[in-house]
């Protein structure tokens, strides 16, 4: 029997059928007829059809955005994830946009952990989380460098600016962190780098980091900016490259194909004598 909104459109006969994707009701694929008359057993079978096709549809849909998402964000924290932060730092600026990287690194997380648990540990990840997403501006973004490390990259600002603006961050981490039958109090050290100004995202990460070191050793909770003409690989602190494996690798392999194409080497290999055809 047609709705009461099929039967005021002047439809007489409908059949429909649940649209289902990933085990869930993602709507309904129905036939009307303005007359009086059954279905016959191929319309049935051709909506049962359709209805099964567009559930796989939406469902392959639903799953390549959710592995997309996984793949661009932190499953701890939901934080943009390393990879995606360094994509988004190496992006051009235009010619009018400034931008500044903002590195920050949790002062006495490993005192948490040793103390209270990797649990406790965690929750405080994911609050410290919650804290910078709330304390930046809709156009600036977040990301989960590793461990207690984070990136915040500030559109639309200088350094003397992005001072500020990391300072204010440094102070919403230092207020407590309820945590299950206690309160946990940390700090954090910030570094701050220019956008743009190195060529690529791990000179420019390197430089927050080394800024960030600067601040650390003055005392904690400070922040300091890069105002050097950056760090080179040798003055990169270690713990930087250690963290990056993936990029370390990705480097050695360009600078191998480079000097196979210097040397005229690379190639396919030549097939064996001892090979017949």
Not at 46 to 53: I, K, N, P, T, V
Not at 75 to 97: A, I, M, S, W, Y
Not at 198 to 209: E, Q, R, S, W
Not at 256 to 272: A, D, F, Q, V, Y
Request: proline share 5%; charged share 25%; net charge positive.
């Amino acid at each position: 029997m047609p709705s009461r909104m099929l039967l005021e459109a002047g439809f007489q006969q409908s059949c429909s059928t649940r649209v289902t994707a990933n085990d869930r009701t993602a709507g309904l694929i129905g036939l009307q007829y303005r007359n009086q008359r059954s279905f016959t057993p191929d319309e049935v079978g051709l909506l049962d059809a359709a209805s099964r096709l567009l559930g796989m549809l939406l469902g392959h849909g639903e799953r390549i955005r959710s592995h997309a998402r996984l793949a661009d964000h932190d499953p701890l924290t939901d934080l943009l994830n390393r990879r995606k932060g360094f994509d988004v730092t190496d992006e051009p600026l235009d010619d009018q946009r400034t931008g500044t990287l903002v590195l920050l690194d949790l002062d006495g997380f490993k005192a948490v952990n040793d103390t209270h648990g990797h649990g406790v540990g965690d929750l405080v990840l994911q609050v410290v989380s919650q804290r910078l997403v709330r304390a930046v501006r809709p156009l600036d973004l977040v990301d989960r460098l590793s461990g207690d490390e984070f990136i915040v990259i500030v559109r639309d600002a200088d350094v003397s600016e992005t001072e500020a603006i990391a300072e204010r961050l440094v102070g919403h981490i230092e207020q407590a962190i309820p945590v299950p039958h206690t309160t946990v109090h940390i700090s954090a050290s910030a570094g701050i780098t220019p956008l743009g100004r190195y060529p690529t995202a791990l000179d420019t990460v390197g430089a927050a980091d080394s800024a960030m070191y600067r601040a650390k050793s003055e005392g904690r909770g400070q922040s300091s900016s890069g105002r050097l003409s950056g760090p080179s690989r040798h003055h990169r602190p270690r713990r930087l490259r250690a963290r990056l494996p993936l990029y370390r690798t990705h480097t050695t392999a360009i600078h191998g194909l480079r000097k196979e194409m210097r040397t005229g080497g690379g190639g396919c290999p030549r097939p064996s004598k001892r090979h017949k055809e």
